[in-house]
């Protein structure tokens, strides 16, 4: 599968400071893709580039294939994107702005503005005006606007900022909806932690404007990390353990021993276990979140 966006060294020099760092990922179609980084690591910036808003240094940002900076007008065609805030007329209905956004576009039909109206969910308050929206219909106008052209990518900065849990849910749920469905790629930037990892295939974590790691949320419950298992005896399975696997921590609770474990041994040592018979009632994996991975990969800075 070719990607949606590719960025290939992306550098960018302010004066004589480097704020992006030789920066390479590829977002690839039907995935919701994460970025993530302290405060000032250079989210924002990066997405400035993508969608041509700030020129690059050096490097090349590929949209469809098509580099942004050498043929821009041809590439944008195929991103929406809403960059902080959704701007919009507040004195003009909901519809009337999309009906406004759709004459800078060619193609864009009466039944096209329908479609997306109806995929974000505004039917039923499309035609009141701008300025009786709430936050979250703001956003969700937002999306319908930046979806009028039917894109191939997405990019959200901060798109549920300001939202509240039932907001939040309700973009959550609509972006996860538009890649299985309509098959884009979508990449988001976003400070709430749990939220992305619920909201995302995979995720990049980027510091001082360098890249840390890209990897998919679903690997995160496969890396070394603290496993409960229920048994009995307790004192004789934690026996067990000191004995096989020395260099893992371990820790006594009511139900059993959590151990410090690399996701591959666990099958090892509950054959260990049971081949001393020791009772093993449950295994459960104490899976690492996003927000621990974000924090140990980036010593605890404070995310925006």
């Keep these: 599968m070719n990607p949606l966006l590719q960025l290939k060294n992306v550098r960018k020099d302010i004066g004589s400071k480097t704020i992006i760092h030789d920066l390479s990922l590829e977002v690839f179609a039907g995935e919701v893709f994460g970025f993530l980084g302290p405060n000032g690591a250079g989210k924002t910036t ?8 700030m020129d690059i240094t050096s490097g090349e940002v590929l949209i469809n294939g098509i580099d942004v900076a050498k043929n821009f007008e041809k590439a944008i065609r195929y991103v929406g994107a809403i960059v902080e805030n959704p701007e919009m007329y507040k ?6 702005n ?6 800078m576009t060619s193609g864009v039909t009466k039944d096209r503005i329908d479609e997306v109206i109806k995929l ?8 009141d005006k701008v300025k009786t929206y709430s936050l979250g219909m703001r956003q969700r106008l937002g999306l319908a606007q930046a979806l009028l052209h039917r894109p191939s990518l997405l990019i959200l900065d901060e798109p549920t900022n300001g939202l509240d849990p039932a907001g939040i849910r309700e ?9 299985r469905e309509e098959g884009l790629g979508i990449v988001v930037s976003s400070h709430l932690l749990s939220e992305m990892e619920m909201m995302c295939d995979r995720f990049a974590i980027i510091q001082h404007g360098k890249l840390v790691t890209i990897e998919a949320v679903q690997e995160l419950s496969k890396q070394a990390q603290k496993v409960l298992w ?17 260099h893992y921590h371990i820790q006594q609770n009511g139900q059993g021993i959590e151990v410090d474990i690399d996701y591959h041994d666990i099958p ?6 049971v081949a001393e018979h020791v009772q093993v009632y449950g295994i459960q994996v104490l899976a690492k979140s996003l927000e621990e991975r974000f924090l140990e990969m980036t010593g605890g800075n404070e995310i925006v």
């Design 268 to 273: 090892k040592l509950n054959a260990a276990l």
């Design 98 to 103: 999309l009906l406004h956004y759709a004459r």
């Design 230 to 246: 229920i048994v009995d005896p307790i004192e004789k399975a934690a026996q067990v353990v000191q004995e096989r696997f020395p």
């Design 91 to 96: 004195f003009l209905t909901g519809y009337q």
């Design 171 to 179: 973009i959550r749920d609509y972006l996860r909806k538009l890649a």
């Design 120 to 127: 974000v969910g505004l039917e039923h308050r499309i035609h």
């Design 46 to 53: 990066t997405i400035r580039m993508i969608v041509g808003l």
